[in-house]
């Protein structure tokens, strides 16, 4: 593994796991935690990366950063809500849960009050 796929990997973690400790992504992967403080200073450049030290230290990621979010077009959008009308009440409730997790904040907004997403 080359350092820059460690390095995407290492921001794959974190992404899903948001914290984990620089001796456990050493271990992960077979490097010395010297390497893996190399590599997170060099990620802080373009992720926006947080250390904590001392007893329950960590690396993790900033808690506003969802990289996943917002990746739906504002058509993409639309035509899911349109679908999720008359759709059955399960297919609604998973294009309901897609739009949470991908659409806009202001989609988010919308299905979280309860209305239609237009």
């Known amino acids: 593994m080359t350092m820059n796929e460690r390095r995407a990997e290492i921001m794959r973690i974190l992404t899903a ?4 400790t620089m001796p456990e992504l050493a271990r992960t992967f077979q490097v010395t935690t010297r390497t893996i403080q190399n590599d997170v ?19 993790k990621v900033a808690q506003w950063y ?15 809500a349109e679908i999720m009308q008359t ?15 991908y659409g806009s904040p202001k989609t988010r907004q919308t299905l979280q009050e309860g209305f239609n997403v237009q």
């Open 17 to 20: 796991r948001r914290s984990i």
């Open 41 to 59: 200073v060099a990620l802080t450049v373009d992720y926006p990366l947080e250390t904590q030290q001392g007893k329950g230290g960590c690396v």
């Open 66 to 80: 969802h990289p996943h979010r917002n990746i739906l077009s504002g058509e993409q959008q639309r035509v899911l």
């Open 87 to 101: 759709a059955s009440e399960q297919q609604a409730q998973v294009l309901r849960e897609m739009l949470l997790e």
